[in-house]
């Protein structure tokens, strides 16, 4: 595929990364469960010491590149920033949980046991529940997109994210009738997205004050290049080698799993792509619009599906097969909404 050239070499091939990862992971939790064991060990509040280093090495680095100054420009994109903002908030956690129940609990209940049903379903709501704010750059670059308004609806999207967050997912999980520990959510708010959010802001602000944009953009930021892609590698090997017995004795579980996120993806994407083109928004405008809501903020989701229900948890697998499936199917609607083009205006 042409437009996956011009991603970085991570990047292009995150899929093939992620199922390395998951193979080194059962590899591990099945030959040497004493790794494992004495990772489950540092452990406060309920929280995983190694996976929480490795969450913040995912995304500070993608907070560094949010202006929130930007914000203001917003005025000037209120179509697509509303076919975004409804999509990402007022369709896309709903269409997740609804989609996932209808799987886990009706057309595949004859493979699922209830209770796994229930984390899985836990799962794709934390998915749902958070719009991408790192790789829909990747999209929008491969789509020729308004990085402008990409930006600004990256930096409004995470400002929703602080407040919409947890209560969507309480209510979402209230509904699925799984107990809501509120504490460890609202800390989970706060510690992987609140405050790398303020001192990625802090950190940007002095360094371009420092050095100036140019210093920043260019030689500043390349310093993390590939950092928030191996801080995520490394926690899948970590996640798997928890998750290990339960693949191996139901590796199917996966495809299962893959099969309601993929058409949550497409059905998102089309929603927002199809209303941008009835609203004669230009391309450059309709496809980031699509593509924020369509993929997601996985980081989050895998650090708060640990925080709440464990690394071995249902939960916290679908978060991370949320990522195995998501580089594939991102790049065919690429290719989609580049072959598509010439129908806008």
């Not at 070499?9 to 040497?32: N, P």
């Not at 209770?115 to 670059?141: I, K, N, R, S």
């Not at 107990?179 to 360094?207: D, E, K, M, Q, Y």
């Not at 928004?281 to 925080?307: K, Q, R, T, W, Y």
């Amino acid at each position: 595929m042409k437009s996956s050239q011009n991603m970085s070499f991570f990047d292009r091939y995150l899929s093939i990364w992620v199922a390395i990862c998951i193979i080194v992971g059962i590899a591990i939790g099945s030959l040497f469960p004493i790794v494992p064991e004495t990772l489950g060990e540092f452990e406060y509040a309920n929280v995983s010491i190694p996976i929480a280093i490795l969450i913040w090495i995912m995304i500070f680095p993608m907070m560094l590149k949010i202006d929130f100054s930007s914000i203001v420009n917003a005025f000037k994109m209120t179509k697509g920033l509303t076919v975004t903002l409804t999509a990402n908030w007022l369709i896309k956690p709903f269409s997740m949980f609804g989609i996932a129940w209808l799987f886990f609990y009706v057309i595949f209940e004859a493979f699922i046991p209830a209770d796994v049903a229930q984390e899985y379903l836990a799962g794709a709501v934390l998915l749902g529940a958070a719009p991408c704010t790192a790789m829909v750059f990747v999209w929008t670059h491969l789509t020729k997109g308004n990085s402008a308004y990409t930006l600004v609806q990256v930096a409004i999207n995470d400002l929703i994210i602080l407040f919409a967050f947890l209560p969507i997912v309480g209510f979402l999980l209230g509904v699925s009738g799984i107990t809501i520990p509120w504490n460890t959510l609202s800390l989970s708010v706060v510690l992987f997205v609140l405050v790398p959010l303020v001192l990625a802001t802090i950190t940007r602000r002095f360094v371009i004050n420092r050095k100036g944009l140019d210093f920043f953009e260019n030689i500043f930021l390349k310093k993390f290049t590939g950092t928030t892609i191996s801080g995520l590698l490394l926690t899948l090997i970590i996640i798997f080698s928890f998750q290990g017995t339960v693949i191996l004795e139901n590796p199917a579980s996966i495809l299962l799993i893959a099969i309601p996120l993929i058409i949550q993806t497409f059905l998102i994407f089309f929603i927002a792509y199809g209303w941008s083109y009835k609203w004669n928004l230009p391309h450059d405008i309709a496809a980031p619009a699509s593509m924020i809501g369509a993929s997601n903020f996985f980081e989050l989701s895998v650090a708060v599906a640990i925080m709440l229900f464990g690394l071995d948890s249902g939960a916290t697998l679908v978060t991370v097969v949320g990522v195995l499936v998501e580089v594939p199917v991102m790049l065919a609607l690429v290719s989609f909404a580049n072959k598509t083009r010439h129908k806008f205006s």
